[in-house]
Each structure stands twice: as C-alpha cells, then as structure tokens.
C-alpha cells in the first residue's frame, strides 16, 4: 500500500520517538483479524524499523470454528504475543484468562459496507427499506463468519422482518473474505467490514450501511498471558494505538481512536 506523504512523515515521527528509548530487539509473535490487516501490513513495517523488533503475523477471525481463528489458536496453545481483533470477543478471551486484562487498548471503529462485482449495478442502500429491497431482489448474499457477519444473520435480517427469505439465499463464509466471493460472482451481494472489502480487487463498494441499520465494531489488540516479551508487546500496542498511527488507519477505511497529529 502506498501512503500518502502526511502518512509517512507521521510514521517518521513515530519512528524518531520509538528511537529515544534503547532497548534490546524483540520477536513478537502476533495474529491480527482481516478488519486490521490492512493498517497493520502498513504500520508494522515502520514499527520494525523504527523499534528494530521483528513482528511475526499470522491471520484468523477473530470468532468461529475454524481453525486459524484467534479462540482457537489460543485453545491449541499456540504460542503467541499479541492479538488484534473485535473488542468484544478479545473481552471473553480477557475473562477466559488467556489475555492480560490490563493490556487491552481500542485501536479503530469499523463499518460495515456492501459490496458487489466490479462493474455489475450498484443497488440503491440509503435507507433500511431500500436496503431491504436489495436484500429481496438479490439472487444470492454472502457476509462473513465474524463480527459483522453474526450481526446481519441474527439481527439485521431479522430487523428487516426476512429472516425468512433469506435463509435459503444467504450464507456465511468461513476463513475468506467475502469480497473474494463477489468478486468470483459466487455472490450478487457481500456483506462485511468496509476495510476489508476495499482490500479486495474486482468488486466494488456499493457504500457503508446506513445509519440506522449501520454497526460499528471496534477492533482492539492485548497481550497473550505468558507472552515472552510483555514489555515489547506493550510497547507495539502503544504504537498502533497512538496518534502517529491514526492516519495509516484511516486510510484503510477504518476509523481510529487516537486522533493524528
């Protein structure tokens, strides 16, 4: 990705205070959700250079029963430093006891968006009620087995009163992101994180949901109890939430939570 120069003098910045402070090189062993990738393959190059630690990535949802995602990396003993994904479900890693409770920060705000083929009609989805008419007229739905998937299934189609109908047409999809689905036209319509359909080529973002149908996810990042290096695990953290970050952020759809500067 390329970022805008007010993007890379942030980083800089961020880089010359990372600097200040000499402490000896750490590996960190990290796994992030599809919402963040996109910020984070932009900002962990900087951290690492700026930091002279190595970030080792790896990716899974941050719920469901596949195998790479966050629960279940965890479950099988993975040996892992810090974690990236939604709020909520790093919370009931948090109670679980596989998180340090004092570690969590908020990194960004997601939207969900629409998606469909690139070049193919773009419904109108200004409203629920039109929202629902796309939902009605579409051969085929696709949303994600995450986040803001659980919610379209199990409360915005109930809200729109086609639970009914839809559950012949629409189906989750586990462990790829939806906008892969769309754009192999497996899917008239796909549902997911705004961040992670614009990281996907060959479909087009129709827009976010609107407003009263809209959920906002935040996405947040911990340290795993018994990661090796806690204090450079803290410090990554501190990184990606701060406002040097913010920008890189912002330009990958999400909204941060520390405002740049």
């Known amino acids: 990705m390329t970022l805008p120069p007010i993007v890379s003098r942030a980083l800089a910045v961020a880089g010359l205070l990372l600097l200040v402070q000499p402490v000896a090189a750490a ?16 900002l962990a190059p900087e951290y690492e250079r700026a930091s002279g630690d190595r970030l080792s990535i790896a990716w899974g949802p941050s719920m469901g029963d596949t195998p790479n995602a966050v629960p279940a990396r965890l479950a ?56 629902k008419q796309a939902l009605l007229a579409a051969k085929s739905i696709a949303y994600s087995d995450s986040a803001s998937g659980v919610y379209i299934s199990t409360k915005m189609f109930q809200r729109l009163g086609i639970a009914a109908q839809m559950a012949g047409k629409a189906r989750k999809i586990p462990a790829t992101p939806v906008g892969e689905i769309v754009g192999k036209g497996e899917a008239e319509l796909g549902f997911q994180q705004i961040a992670e359909l614009k990281a996907v080529e060959g479909i087009d973002l129709v827009g976010p949901l609107p407003p009263e149908l809209q959920q906002v996810t935040l996405y947040s990042a911990g340290i795993v109890a018994g990661s090796h290096d806690p204090a450079a695990a803290k410090r990554l953290l501190e990184f990606l939430a701060s406002p040097a970050a913010a920008p890189a952020i912002a330009a990958t759809g999400l909204e941060p939570t520390a405002d740049s500067k």
Do not use: H, N, T
């Open 76 to 131: 099988r003993g993975e040996k892992l430093d810090v974690v990236i994904m939604v709020g909520y479900a790093l919370d009931d890693l948090i109670k679980q006891g596989k998180v340090l409770p004092d570690s969590k920060v908020v990194l960004a705000r997601s939207s969900i968006g629409v998606a469909v083929k690139a070049g193919a009609p773009k419904p109108d989805i200004g409203s629920a009620e039109a929202v």
């Open 27 to 42: 590996e960190l062993q990290v796994v992030s959700s599809g919402g963040f990738a996109p910020a984070y393959r932009a």
